[in-house]
């Protein structure tokens, strides 16, 4: 079997005395989709933020690509160039202008040529159908076009990973789609991804494991279809009966 | 030649230091206990929805802003005897432009901490019956009172580092004793400015700084359970 | 009050206006520099210079002007450091303003949303990056209006300055009472003349809160 681009073992995070992530195991295929499903409170969100090192944990093992991670603010900088990340409030920099939002990294973190960045930029933009907006700043964006826009700012740095928390959560129905369609066109370019998502059609389409986490323990890991038809626990059939879908 | 230390402590010397100290502490706590009340009086009557009475109050608030402490000070202090014919002592003076000052300052605190009291808390005060006094009283100022202290204290540091500038209308503060006591010492202690000036700088330090810290602490408080 | 007096007394006090403005432009200057350094050690958490960075802010902050120029214009020569009463006045409201300045300065950095950090971090940039490009230069846009508040209180404060005998406004009001006691004429254009500087600004800071207040990036 190939290398998995992510395992995560025996994970353990807290706050203080709270306990949030219990005895975390995970392994995501290269060139997969995991969707984290769970209900509120779960310990999604802070599952994902372990995987890019902003938030830290008191054990455990990540490695990446085959090789063990040391955490250390170094060690996640470099790491994060590999491992894009968007969040659920859409978050450019509001100083910048789109163009600017999306070759911060690029220039500044890869120190690639400004061309090439800006070609690889207005292509990335033109596929999720915004090339004309690259001299506008974010408050002249509606929420999902600038969701769209943070998906292309971590893009641009060529990663082998994506992790998106939630990023419809806060988008006016009308806009969820035009993002969903962007995370759809991803998969079928085998972008190896993680998504904490509450669009359950989406999950069910997209998903080639779903992890189901409830009070920071993983209860199943479950091939897509499978989860979805006919899940292992009792848990995830009342979450699945509860969600509307 | 003896070091310029040894005169703060000759003769009466600290105890005049101190006594000096206290008329600006006593001028202090007057204004402010005077201003803090106006300031609520006012700041409550800036949140009336009256274009008149809102003119008036902000302009009273933006004279005592943009003038000069110092400059009220001097108006009050040659104006009031002059053209109006009241005779104050230099220490009323300053307890009068202090307190008017504090009440300014004090009447944008309070409408600032009012105003943030979110309007559906007040349409729930006027859902129950409460008429406007009563609203004032039982729903807005308990909710405000919280994101007032904060500024007042600092307001508080402010006057008492204010009250610095009283010696310029020659109340005998601490600082104009300060002079007295570095003149009359010049020839034998050259040096005394250096040790005369920093035991107030000290003495003003020391009166400020637990106050901001306190001050500091509350905000910090505050931003904890925002 | 007589007019001819005012007018006759109008080329001192413009005189007296400049060197206002002048003193308070150095003065304002010199505070941004030294706030701006002074938040940089505090945000950056540099050791040891942080450290006396947090003193003086609260010596600075904790004490009144006029007894730090005293201290620097009577106090220093003792110890070896003379100046004119010029470079005293401007020294004191340097070191009054500084500490004013890095707590407006602070305070826009700390405004920045945790979720700006958190997404610059995951582009992969350094903390110098970070600050470079996505705190700095929206920390110092939200600390916009508590600057130009500060740059109003420094104005306002160089009335102090007459302790030192500087002929800045006030001192030259004093100056004009003292000699002709044209009392109520020179307090009038004392007064005029301070409106004329702090009106503008003033009007200016409130555009600018209310500008902060409606959230001037949007996001």
């Known amino acids: 079997m190939a290398t998995p681009l992510l395992q995560v073992e025996h994970l353990e995070k807290s706050y203080g005395d709270v306990h949030i992530l219990h005895d975390i195991n995970l392994t995501v295929a290269t060139g997969s989709v995991t969707v984290l499903l769970g209900p509120s409170g779960s310990g999604k969100s802070t599952l994902i933020r372990c995987l890019n090192g902003l938030e830290d944990f008191q054990s455990g093992q990540l490695t ?49 040529a400004k061309a090439e960045a800006k070609e690889q930029a207005i292509k990335l933009l033109k596929e999720v159908g915004l090339a004309d907006y690259q001299d506008s700043y974010p408050r002249q964006l509606s929420g999902g076009q600038k969701q769209r826009i ?96 | 030649m003896h070091s310029g230390i040894s005169i703060l402590f000759a003769g009466q010397n600290f105890s005049r230091l101190l006594g000096g100290l206290w008329i600006s502490a006593k001028i202090s706590i007057v204004s402010l206990v005077i201003g803090i009340a106006l300031g609520i009086l006012l700041g409550a009557l800036r949140t009336v929805k009256n274009p008149i009475l809102r003119v008036i109050l902000r302009l009273y608030l933006e004279f005592f802003r943009i003038v ?14 002059k053209n109006f014919n009241v005779n104050l002592n230099a220490q009323a003076v300053a307890m009068l432009v202090f307190a008017l000052w504090v009440g300014a300052e004090m009447s944008d605190i309070v409408r600032g901490a009012l105003i943030s009291v979110p309007q559906h808390q ?88 637990p106050l901001s810290a306190w001050a500091r602490h509350l905000e910090r408080q505050q931003d904890n359970n925002a | 009050m007589s007019w001819i007096v005012i007018q006759q007394s109008v080329p001192v006090f413009a005189q007296a206006f400049w060197l206002t403005l002048k003193l308070s432009f150095y003065g304002i200057i010199g505070a941004i520099i030294l706030g701006l350094i002074a938040s940089f050690l505090r945000y950056f958490k540099v050791p040891v210079l942080r450290q006396i960075s947090a003193v003086y802010t609260e010596v600075s902050r904790n004490t009144p002007l006029l007894i730090q120029l005293f201290f620097i214009y009577y106090a220093f020569p003792e110890i070896g450091i003379k100046m004119s009463a010029t470079a005293a006045g401007i020294s004191g409201l340097i070191f009054l303003g500084g500490s004013y300045m890095a707590e407006a300065i602070f305070g826009g950095l700390k405004g920045v949303a945790k979720i700006q950090v958190e997404s610059g971090l995951a582009i992969g940039l350094s903390r110098w990056q970070l600050a470079r490009y996505v705190v700095f230069p929206q920390g110092l846009t939200l600390s916009v209006p508590a600057i130009a508040a500060n740059v109003i209180f420094l104005i306002k404060e160089t009335s102090i300055f007459t302790v030192i005998a500087i002929p800045e406004l006030t001192n030259t009001a004093l100056d004009q009472i003292g000699l002709y006691y044209h009392t109520d004429e020179s307090l009038f254009v004392l007064v005029i003349a301070y409106a004329i500087i702090l009106i503008p600004l003033s009007l200016i800071l409130t555009w600018l809160e209310r500008r902060a207040r409606r959230g001037a990036f949007g996001n």
């Open chain 2, 68 to 81: 000069p402490t110092v400059v009220l000070l001097f108006l009050f202090y040659y104006i009031l005897p």
């Open chain 2, 122 to 209: 007040c349409e729930a005060g006027i859902a129950i019956g409460l008429n406007g006094p009563q609203l004032f009283r039982y729903v807005l100022l308990p909710q405000a009172i919280g994101l007032m202290i904060p500024a007042t204290i600092n307001l508080m540091t402010r006057v008492i580092k204010t009250t610095s500038l009283l010696l310029l209308i020659s109340v005998m503060d601490v600082i104009n004793i300060g002079q007295q006591i570095i003149e009359a010492n010049r020839q034998t202690h050259p040096d005394g400015a250096f040790w005369v000036y920093g035991l107030i700088f000290i003495l003003y330090f020391l009166l400020c700084y």
């Open chain 1, 150 to 245: 943070a998906i292309v700012r971590a893009l641009a740095l060529n990663p082998d990973f994506m992790l998106f928390d939630e990023v419809t959560a806060s988008l006016d129905p009308e806009m969820v789609r035009g993002v969903l369609e962007v995370l759809r066109n991803l998969a079928q370019q085998k972008m190896t991804m993680l998504v904490v998502t509450h669009e359950m059609n989406f999950a069910r389409e997209i998903a080639d494991q779903v992890v189901f986490l409830e009070e920071g323990h993983i209860l199943e890991v479950t091939p897509g279809k499978q989860f979805f038809e006919n899940p292992q626990t009792e848990r995830a059939q009342i979450f699945l009966n509860s969600m509307d879908f």
């Open chain 1, 64 to 112: 990446f690509s085959g090789e063990p991670v040391t955490p250390s603010p170094k060690v996640w900088q470099k790491l994060r160039q590999k491992i894009g990340m968007v969040f659920q409030s859409y978050d450019l920099f509001p100083n910048l202008t789109v163009l600017d939002n999306i070759l911060l990294g690029p220039l500044k973190v890869q120190h690639r």
